[in-house]
């Protein structure tokens, strides 16, 4: 058995026609927060296809 790690700007980049939820605890939003700015920066119709819920939105 294989295991396959995906990044979060692989992912939506390989699914641009969906559309992401990510429901996080605030520890594991602030762990992925780097690989979500990420995505945001690189993929065009990023801002259009996550939606983030969390108790709270880390600033950046």
């Given at each position: ?23 996080a ?36």
């Amino acid at each position: 058995m294989s295991s396959q790690s995906t990044n979060i700007t692989d992912l939506i980049s390989a699914h641009s026609d969906d559309n992401f939820i990510v429901c996080a605890s605030n520890e594991y939003l602030n762990a992925i927060q780097d690989d979500l700015l990420l995505a945001f920066e690189k993929v065009e119709k990023t801002s259009q296809q996550i939606t983030v819920v969390s108790i709270s939105v880390p600033k950046n």
